[in-house]
């Protein structure tokens, strides 16, 4: 290699890691953002930002803490790859969170109804959750491919039906029964057999990680397979790109946005499973609700990406954790909710302004070698 090749490979892999570091650089820029705003609210307010933020770092680093940011991150981050199914195909399944809700409703009253093996028992309730989720979010789907109506509307309009919806089946009459020791109403508690026994893996405290954070996992190994290392992840992603070149290479347009918005609503099926099997084992009226909208604030953090989710998802679940604190030191756990807000808005932008700054630079690169007359070293061996 001569010195005009040495040279022309070093100013490409010098590019190829500045544009690989480029989208790591939006979330930072945009946790440090959110922290000078939070540390601007809390001066406003009288509070000491310095003192405050490592109080929130010392609590959440506890073991009990730990375990608590855990099991929040296990939901948030089934929420979220629900979610980025449908976003990596531009599509807004804002109906995720009545999706998780019915579907958990469902799956309780039936766990709670039948007594069957450990195994089949489990089985059952998640497969449940699935279908309850999946054929909840295929009305949206059919009404975007028969109507062409926008799955923004009918999603948002699908989750206040499942809301009241939800309320009218969970009361004495129907699928609940009474809580003992409290006004509270549930779906008849699961068997034992129905259970998932949660692992004591972080030393120091009694409490125990869900056990399916195994689910979890292998959700968002599975996402990443499906959707890079198959032909239908690719035409979903194509599809998601550009639907006028799918369709040019013989994609089903239409076939795709079903079958995406079913898978999103089979895995929005998986949110209430480690609440529910984990620790509940009863679906009642203090079950999490607002998890789907979460999912879509990590789904944007994580851009899509699995790993990036799982590093949003642990982000959201330690800033809710350590809001415990707060309330100790007469803070305002509002603050939380401020650092939350900013964090999303400003990792849109920084994505906007890294995508434009990508934009320019290659533009300039492409100027700068056409205006030069230069042209990149012919490598050997390549056909002229």
Not at 75 to 81: M, R, V
């Amino acid at each position: 290699m001569n010195a005009a090749e040495s040279s022309f490979t070093d100013r490409l892999l010098g590019r190829v890691r500045l544009e690989g570091l480029l989208p790591l650089a939006a979330p930072l820029l945009a946790v440090v953002f959110a922290g000078v705003i939070t540390s601007i609210v809390l001066l406003v307010s009288g509070d000491p930002p310095l003192e405050t933020l490592v109080a929130m770092a010392d609590y959440g680093t506890q073991p009990r803490s730990i375990v608590l940011m855990l099991n929040y991150a296990t939901t948030y981050y089934l929420a979220a790859i629900a979610v980025a199914i449908g976003f990596r195909m531009n599509l807004f399944n804002i109906g995720v969170d009545g999706q998780y809700r019915l579907a958990a409703l469902v799956a309780a009253a039936v766990g709670g109804a039948l007594t069957l093996p450990a195994p089949l028992h489990i089985a059952l309730i998640i497969l449940v959750a699935m279908l309850v989720g999946a054929g909840w979010a295929s009305i949206a789907a059919l009404l975007k491919v028969k109507r062409g109506v926008s799955e923004v509307i009918s999603t948002i309009m699908l989750n206040a039906i499942a809301t009241a919806l939800g309320a009218w089946l969970l009361n004495k009459e129907r699928l609940a029964v009474e809580i003992a020791g409290s006004n509270n109403i549930g779906t008849k508690p699961i068997a034992e057999s129905g259970q998932v026994p949660g692992m004591a893996i972080i030393p120091g405290t009694e409490l125990k990680v869900f056990g399916l954070i195994i689910l979890a996992i292998a959700m968002g190994v599975l996402y990443h397979v499906l959707l890079n290392r198959t032909r239908f992840g690719f035409d979903l992603r194509a599809t998601g790109r550009s639907e006028s070149a799918a369709v040019a290479s013989g994609v089903n347009v239409k076939k795709m946005v079903l079958i995406a918005m079913i898978m999103s609503g089979a895995a929005a099926g998986l949110i209430g499973m480690p609440q529910l099997l984990g620790s509940s084992y009863s679906y009642s009226l203090d079950f999490p609700t607002g998890l789907g909208f979460t999912g879509i604030a990590i789904a944007l953090l994580g851009r899509n990406h699995p790993v990036g989710i799982a590093f949003g998802a642990l982000l959201w679940a330690f800033l809710d954790t350590s809001s415990s604190i707060l309330q100790l030191r007469e803070v305002s756990p509002e603050i939380v909710r401020i650092m939350q807000g900013t964090i999303v808005l400003s990792v849109i932008i920084a994505y906007e302004l890294v995508h434009r700054y990508q934009i320019t630079a290659g533009q300039r690169r492409v100027s700068k070698e056409l205006s030069g007359g230069t042209t990149p070293p012919r490598v050997e061996g390549a056909s002229a």
